[in-house]
T-cell receptor, first 113, second 117 residues
Framework: NAGVTQTPKFRVLKTGQSMTLLCAQDMNHEYMYWYRQDPGMGLRLIHY???????AKGEVPDGYNVSRLKKQNFLLGLESAAPSQTSVYFC????????????FGQGTRLTVV | DQQVKQNSPSLSVQEGRISILNCDYTNSMFDYFLWYKKYPAEGPTFLIS?????DKNEDGRFTVFLNKSAKHLSLHIVPSQPGDSAVYFCAASARSAGGTSYGKLTFGQGTILTVHP
């Protein structure tokens, strides 16, 4: 009963490097989300997807790209990492229309030096 | 502009007493409110929710109260237990926004609750 799984759990990047965070859910949820959590800021929505092949911008999308090629996976990419992207990243998923609570992964702690 | 605010960064309570966590919002389109609990090194987990058509929802030791006119909600935990020590996030959603909310949540900053034995 995995739920939402994020890979990797920790990563250190140098400024300018690129990486992809992987999120996988086994609950057949339509909607998936990427949030970042920063001290004193709560969780902020980066990008989201309402179904396979769709993506949309959230509150803080700059510097990130996403893809949803398969319903169960949602990838978050950083093309050229910056220190401002040091954060804890959470993936979440929820049912479709009328979705209430979202289910979260365990998080990825990313440090950009 | 922070649309959901939790003005108390931390709260300390004695075991067995009541914990009251507060949350304010500014967006009148929000019509569904949730509380999440987060332990260190884990993702947030859903705790309890309330629709704007209600003013109270109970689930065991947890009760959420909603005051729409004041744009304020609170989470009561009675009795508090040491295992309740965690960060609590208030979140809001505009579910009835023409079906386009897509379950997006707007979170508050979080309140660290510490329950002392």
């Amino acid at each position: 009963n995995a739920g939402v799984t994020q890979t990797p759990k920790f990563r250190v990047l140098k400024t300018g490097q690129s990486m992809t965070l992987l999120c996988a859910q086994d609950m057949n949820h339509e909607y998936m989300y990427w949030y970042r959590q920063d001290p004193g800021m709560g969780l902020r929505l980066i990008h989201y997807s309402v179904g396979e092949g769709t993506t949309a911008k959230g509150e803080v999308p700059d510097g990130y790209n996403v893809s949803r090629l398969k319903k169960q996976n949602f990838l978050l990419g950083l093309e050229s990492a910056a220190p401002s992207q040091t954060s804890v990243y959470f993936c979440a998923s929820s049912y479709s229309v009328g979705a209430t609570e979202a289910f979260f992964g365990q998080g990825t702690r990313l440090t950009v030096v | 502009d922070q649309q959901v605010k939790q003005n108390s960064p931390s709260l300390s309570v004695q075991e067995g007493r009541i914990s009251i966590l507060n949350c304010d919002y500014t967006n009148s389109m929000f019509d569904y409110f949730l509380w999440y609990k987060k332990y260190p090194a884990e993702g947030p987990t859903f705790l309890i929710s309330i629709s704007s058509i209600k003013d109270k929802n109970e689930d065991g030791r947890f009760t959420v109260f909603l005051n729409k006119s004041a744009k304020h909600l609170s989470l009561h935990i009675v009795p508090s237990q040491p295992g309740d020590s965690a960060v609590y996030f208030c979140a809001a959603s505009a579910r009835s926004a023409g079906g386009t909310s897509y379950g997006k949540l707007t979170f508050g900053q979080g309140t660290i609750l510490t329950v002392h034995p």
